[in-house]
Nanobody
């Protein structure tokens, strides 16, 4: 049984930082590309960042480039999203997802999903 469990969300002031973690189990983690999506109220779920199975390749949404960093530790079966200089527009539920393809931009192409973690950025 595959499980992706996110943690690290919370309430932060604009300009602050958060680090999200996603711990995976039940899959060969090093064979999967991992991604972070987010969904704000009333908006479509969007791909924020993705990382290849080896960690050598990354992808970022334009609006988070230079502020967010995705990384992974294959020994710990964990993917991270370091979020700096947070803005109120970053407020959303953040989800991690796993897929064998890098980069899969279509959310419906992902094999596995976490339950999500809320990130709220106050102005």
């Amino acid at each position: 049984q595959v499980q992706l469990v996110e943690s690290g969300g919370g309430l932060v002031q604009a300009g602050g930082s958060l680090r999200l973690s996603c711990a995976a189990s039940g899959l060969t983690f090093s064979s999967y590309a991992m991604a972070w999506f987010r969904q704000a109220p009333g908006k479509e779920r969007e791909l924020v960042a993705a990382i290849s199975p080896s960690g050598r390749l990354t992808y970022y949404l334009d609006s988070v480039k230079g502020r967010f960093t995705i990384s992974r530790d294959n020994a710990k079966n964990t993917v991270y999203l370091q979020m700096n200089s947070l803005k109120p527009d970053d407020t959303a539920v953040y989800y991690c997802a796993a897929d064998t393809k890098f980069v899969e931009r279509n959310q419906y192409g992902y094999d596995f999903w976490g339950q999500g973690t809320q990130v709220t950025v106050s102005s």
